[in-house]
């Protein structure tokens, strides 16, 4: 007896430890998502709400994360990689926090859609979901689309992708074209894998 309940625990137990990483990657992406349908509604109406978050079926949620993003102006817009399945919301800033919640875009470098080098910043996978985890599966030609808080889409075409130092600051560069970078960890965090994009046009 005493052997079939100490089965049942250790049982009880693995599966307890099997969870925990599906509950991280589900709570991951439903505040990924919640950020997202955020976005796509202030595109079509302002809420006018300052405390709550109002999502596009029309609730207001009680994210406060979720709400002081919005708040303080944190989210840019939203990065779509077709070619990934990728769907992301783009937050001001390359810290822990920021990157926990979407993909970061680099203080000083240009915004979305803007003249110059935009940089966006992203973690190789994480418990809380997969980011740029496949980021080395871009192929040249590939298609990156940028769309801001006014609704404009920007598209972006993958044109070649590198390997560098972890403190190779050229990345950020700024030219008089209208460029896309996108960076990611490489080689379990001892490098950097960087994917450049040239300005393709707006999508009409």
Known sequence: MKRKIMAAICIAAGLAVMSVPLIYSFCGR???DRLIKEIEQTIVEDSGDKGKVKTSDGETGTDEKTAASFQ??????????????????????????????????????AGIGET?????????????????????QLQQGDVVKLTDHEGRVYLYEVSESEVVGPYENSV?????????????????????????????????
């Open 30 to 32: 439903d505040r990924t």
């Open 72 to 109: 303080t102006g944190d989210v840019m817009g939203i990065v779509e990689m077709e070619a990934l399945d990728l769907k992301y919301p783009v937050v001001e800033g390359a810290g822990s926090a920021e990157l926990s919640v979407g993909i970061g875009h680099i203080p000083g470098t």
């Open 116 to 136: 110059g080098n935009c940089v966006l910043a992203g973690h190789r996978g994480s418990r809380y979901g997969t980011y740029f985890k496949y980021l080395n």
């Open 172 to 204: 950020k560069d700024q030219g008089q074209e209208r460029e896309l970078t996108l960076l990611t960890c490489e080689n379990s965090g001892t490098m950097r894998l960087i994917v450049r994009c040239q300005w393709k046009g707006m999508e009409e």
